[in-house]
């Protein structure tokens, strides 16, 4: 089997094999991945928490990752949605010209997406994309969030990488029953 048209970072490849189609673009994203200070961020999804608070927390981590790694180009790793903290996230890396790069499983599809410089679509149910997001990062920022953001900072530091953790307040209080 050829596979034609497969483009790679403007690189036209032509594969005589799925197998070699598939080692080579796991190959290929690991080294395009490898290019980047990869700086993940997990937090709320929905809109119920204090967006401005989080903002200023996430500039905050992002001056301090800037001062700390000012020769790496970054990347903004996220859950892909354009909602919640991965927006805010991905809003202030375009700001800074950061390149963003969204993982998440396939019920994504049915959400409003950020528009993204890298895709991985892993799976077919929440958190079957962890391991892919986790495999990619340098640094987390965990802003809030629930289960699955406390268990990927979990993960990040048994790897001993650098984590960023805040709290911010949520409105689940004002909600009637």
């Known amino acids: 089997m050829v596979v034609y048209g497969t483009v790679y970072a403007g690189v036209r490849v032509r594969f005589s094999s799925s197998?070699?189609?598939l080692n080579f673009k796991y190959f290929f994203e690991s080294k395009v991945m490898d290019q980047y200070f990869n700086v993940g961020v997990v937090g709320y999804s929905k809109s119920n928490f204090d967006h401005s608070k989080?903002?200023?927390?996430i500039k905050k981590a992002f001056d301090k990752i800037e001062s700390k790694y000012p020769d790496k180009q970054k990347n903004c790793v996220s859950g892909?949605?354009?909602q919640g903290v991965p927006a805010i996230a991905?809003?202030?890396a375009v700001k800074r010209g950061w390149k963003t790069t969204g993982v998440a499983c396939s019920k994504i599809k049915n959400m409003?997406?950020?528009p993204v410089d890298y895709e991985y679509l892993e799976g077919e149910q929440w958190g079957d994309e962890s391991k892919k997001f986790l495999s990619l990062l340098d640094v987390i920022i965990r802003v809030g969030g629930g289960k699955q953001s406390f268990d990927e900072v979990e993960s990040?530091?048994?790897k001993n990488l650098p984590v960023f953790e805040f709290e911010v307040a949520t409105f689940d209080c004002f909600d009637e029953d």
């Open 80 to 82: 892909w949605t354009n």
């Open 19 to 21: 197998s070699f189609m």
């Open 156 to 158: 990040v530091k048994e």
């Open 112 to 114: 409003k997406c950020f």
């Open 90 to 92: 991905y809003a202030e």
């Open 54 to 57: 989080a903002e200023n927390l």
